[in-house]
């Protein structure tokens, strides 16, 4: 599975932007995907996922900032960052899965649960 991220950029304390995930070939109304991130020195961590039936899933520190969505006609996963903080630079990664032989809402955000992995889009949060 093809994975291609774009839309990260750089900008100033509290804008928006809308990375997003092209998918090619894969298809997102029965598959589960996650948009992770991966700060400087971090470990890749889990932000949002969403589920074939369109459930969304959040980690806390970006509940009520960042909106998972999916458009299944272009097959294509987005993520709206809004309020954006220093704290959010990161490279964010979209992941992709065709089925969970674990529990979604156990694994959803975990980096177990993937197959696929796209090569990231960096996102630069300046004051």
């Known amino acids: 599975v093809q994975l291609v991220e774009f839309g990260g950029t750089s900008v100033r304390v509290g804008g928006s932007l809308r990375p997003t995930c092209l998918a090619p070939?894969?298809?997102?109304?029965?598959?589960?995907m996650a948009w992770f991130c991966q700060a400087p020195g971090e470990a890749r961590v889990g932000d949002a996922a969403?589920?074939?039936?369109?459930?969304?899933t959040y980690t806390d520190p970006v509940k009520g900032h960042f909106t998972n969505s999916k458009d299944i006609a272009r097959n294509t996963l987005y993520i709206q960052m809004n309020s954006l903080e220093p704290e959010d630079t990161a490279i964010y990664y979209c992941a992709a899965a065709p089925s969970f032989s674990r529990g979604w809402k156990s694994w959803a955000l975990r980096k177990e649960g993937y197959d696929d992995w796209g090569q990231g889009t960096q996102v630069t949060v300046s004051s």
């Open positions: 969403i589920n074939l039936e369109g459930s969304t």
């Open positions: 070939g894969y298809a997102v109304s029965t598959g589960y």
